[in-house]
């Protein structure tokens, strides 16, 4: 388990979904990952879910009517430097910076394959209290087709180096983003088994106790199993839809 209470910048430290069905989503994922859901004092429409009484995600209503994916929030010392950052380099402002209250100030970012993301400068609010158990955040990953673009747009934003390592029998290679010393996240490379509609985007992983057992509860729930469970180096991994339609991924961990 690790309980946190200040992310280095960054690190991956929130993420969030925006449902079309606020109250559909958190049924399902009170059912799936045991959460309890507490509003946002300030904005009532946000729920924060919480794991045995710690902050671990959120669900807000959906912005748009364009494909689900869970956000993921890299901390950084400042948004706004940030977001110039981004544009800078060739990605694109999509919403911010503006405060959330008292608890942080975000901006909403893509890079250039159109991969989103938001940054948060803490405040009050530093991100998931608890990470890396059942229920909880635990990796968050890239999927892009251009890798070399990538390593040079978020290194120039986050200061990540990209480490490549192979994969099992060598017929993808993976990419570990590092920063102090530090792997915080990861990147894989759309190639052509990857089909043409799914764009680039950041995949969020959430830890299970029982990949294959998790997996008949999403479908149980009503939700999609997209890519069955499948074993890797760090554990057995499966990719599902939320009956939204929202995209995630669990696993369970190795060791």
Not at 3 to 25: K, M, Q, R, Y
Not at 51 to 80: E, K, M, N, Q, S
Not at 134 to 161: H, I, K, N, Q
Request: one cysteine or more; charged letters at 20%; hydrophobic letters at 45%.
């Amino acid at each position: 388990m690790s309980e946190n209470i200040a992310f280095a910048p960054g690190t991956p430290c929130w993420a969030d979904l925006g449902a079309s069905d606020v109250g559909a989503a958190k049924d399902f994922y009170s059912a799936l990952f045991g959460w309890d859901f507490a509003a946002m004092p300030e904005r009532e429409d946000y729920a924060v879910a919480h794991l045995h009484g710690a902050p671990v995600a959120g669900i807000g209503p959906a912005t748009d009517d364009g494909l689900r994916w869970w956000t993921t929030y890299v901390a950084v010392r400042d948004a706004d430097l940030a977001a110039k950052l981004a544009v800078e380099a060739g990605g694109r402002l999509a919403a911010g910076p503006l405060e959330i209250f008292d608890h942080g100030r975000s901006a909403y970012l893509a890079d250039p394959a159109g991969a989103t993301l938001a940054v948060w400068q803490a405040a009050g609010f530093a991100g998931a209290a608890v990470t890396g158990v059942p229920g909880a955040l635990c990796w968050s990953e890239l999927a892009v087709r251009d890798t070399a673009e990538a390593v040079a747009f978020y290194g120039r934003l986050f200061g990540w180096r990209g480490r490549k390592r192979s994969h099992p029998g060598g017929a993808n290679t993976y990419t570990d983003f590092d920063t102090g010393g530090r792997t915080v996240a990861g990147m894989v490379a759309m190639n052509e088994m990857w089909p043409e509609e799914i764009p680039a985007h950041w995949m969020v992983y959430f830890a299970v106790g029982d990949c294959d057992a998790s997996c008949a509860k999403v479908a149980e729930l009503g939700g999609v199993v997209s890519v069955p469970p499948f074993d890797i180096e760090t554990g057995r991994v499966a990719v599902v839809d939320d009956p939204g339609g929202a995209v995630f991924s669990i696993i369970t961990l190795a060791g």
